[in-house]
C-alpha cells in the first residue's frame, strides 16, 4: 500500500493539566475527504492547529508525503502544499476577490504584486488567481469588493484562497459554518468537485455534510480518536452513537 499524503502518529497537545489531543494518530490518503467530527472542546481545531504549523506539539510526529514535518515553521508547511482555512473567515474586505486569491498566489511563489499596477503586468499571478476563483464557482465574481460578498461567497473566496497556493492538502476548519442551506449545498459540491485532485481534511459539525461527502471519518472524543472509518462504518459504531452521534444523529 502507497505511503499516506499525512500520517499522525500519537500527537499529544496540553494546555496547563488539559490534554487537548491525547495521542491522536490518522492517515489521509491523497485525494480523499477525510472528515474529523466530535463534541465542542474534543480537540478538533487543535488538531488542525497542530498539522498546520500554528501550534506545536508536545509528543508526537506529523509526516507530509513522507517527510517529518513536526518541528516546520507554517510558512515552511505551507511551501510544502499544505493549506488551511479558518472557522471565521480571514479575507481581506477591501480587495476583490481577484486581488484576494492573487495575494495568495504571491504567498505561494514569492513573487511581487503591486494591486496598483495595469493588470496586464501581472498576467499569470491574475491568470493563476482566477483559475482558483473559477474552481469555486466566483470567476463572475473576481471584480467585487470581497467585504460586498454574501456570508456565503466569502467561504468560497476563502477557500479560493486556499487552492491559489497550489496545495497537496487542504485543512479546512467548519467551513460551512454560518451558511444557510442553499449556500451549504453549494460549498458542499464544491468540495466533492474537489475529491481526487486535492487530500482534504475536514472539521465540521454539520452531520449530514460530513456523511455525505466524507470518504473517511475519525471521531475525537477528549482530545483521543475513538474511530476511524466509512461514514457507513461510522454510523453503526456503538461507541461513536454513545459518545457523540446519538441514535438520532447516527440516521444521517
Given at each position: 500500500m502507497a505511503e499516506a499524503l499525512l500520517s499522525l502518529q500519537g500527537l499529544r497537545k496540553r494546555f496547563g493539566g488539559l490534554a487537548v489531543t491525547d495521542d491522536v494518530s490518522l492517515e489521509v490518503?491523497?485525494?480523499?475527504?477525510?472528515?474529523?467530527?466530535?463534541p465542542n472542546?474534543?480537540?478538533?481545531?487543535?488538531?488542525?492547529?497542530?498539522?498546520?504549523?500554528?501550534?506545536?506539539?508536545?509528543?508526537?510526529?506529523?509526516?507530509?508525503?513522507?517527510?517529518?514535518?513536526?518541528?516546520?515553521?507554517?510558512?515552511?508547511?505551507?511551501?510544502?502544499?499544505?493549506?488551511?482555512?479558518?472557522?471565521?473567515?480571514?479575507?481581506?474586505?477591501?480587495?476583490?476577490?481577484?486581488?484576494?486569491?492573487?495575494?495568495a498566489v504571491q504567498a505561494g511563489d514569492g513573487t511581487s504584486f503591486r494591486f496598483f499596477r495595469p493588470a496586464a503586468g501581472e498576467v499569470r499571478l491574475n491568470a493563476a488567481a482566477m483559475q482558483a476563483l473559477d474552481q469555486v464557482g466566483l470567476a463572475a465574481r473576481a471584480a467585487v469588493p470581497a467585504g460586498e460578498m454574501s456570508h456565503g461567497e466569502k467561504r468560497q473566496l476563502e477557500l479560493a484562497i486556499a487552492l491559489a497556493t497550489q496545495p497537496r492538502l487542504l485543512l479546512l476548519d467548519e467551513p460551512l459554518?454560518?451558511?444557510?442551506?442553499?449556500?451549504?449545498?453549494?460549498?458542499?459540491?464544491?468540495?466533492?468537485?474537489?475529491?481526487?485532485?486535492?487530500?482534504?481534511?475536514?472539521?465540521?459539525?454539520?452531520?449530514?455534510?460530513?456523511?455525505?461527502?466524507?470518504?473517511?471519518?475519525?471521531?475525537?472524543?477528549?482530545?483521543?480518536?475513538?474511530?476511524?472509518?466509512?461514514?457507513?462504518?461510522?454510523?453503526?459504531?456503538?461507541?461513536?452513537?454513545?459518545?457523540?452521534?446519538?441514535?438520532d444523529e447516527a440516521t444521517c
Open positions: 490518503a491523497a485525494g480523499e475527504i477525510h472528515a474529523v467530527i466530535g472542546g474534543a480537540g478538533k481545531t487543535t488538531l488542525i492547529n497542530e498539522i498546520s504549523g500554528v501550534l506545536p506539539v508536545d509528543a508526537g510526529q506529523i509526516r507530509f508525503e513522507g517527510r517529518d514535518i513536526t518541528r516546520l515553521k507554517l510558512h515552511r508547511r505551507a511551501r510544502l502544499g499544505l493549506a488551511r482555512s479558518f472557522q471565521i473567515t480571514s479575507i481581506i474586505p477591501d480587495f476583490t476577490a481577484l486581488e484576494n486569491a492573487a495575494l459554518a454560518g451558511a444557510g442551506p442553499e449556500e451549504t449545498e453549494r460549498l458542499i459540491g464544491i468540495l466533492r468537485g474537489l475529491r481526487g485532485r486535492y487530500a482534504i481534511l475536514l472539521v465540521e459539525h454539520d452531520m449530514q455534510a460530513v456523511f455525505a461527502m466524507a470518504d473517511r471519518i475519525s471521531v475525537l472524543v477528549y482530545g483521543r480518536v475513538i474511530a476511524t472509518g466509512t461514514p457507513d462504518a461510522i454510523r453503526a459504531n456503538a461507541e461513536v452513537k454513545a459518545a457523540y452521534l446519538g441514535e
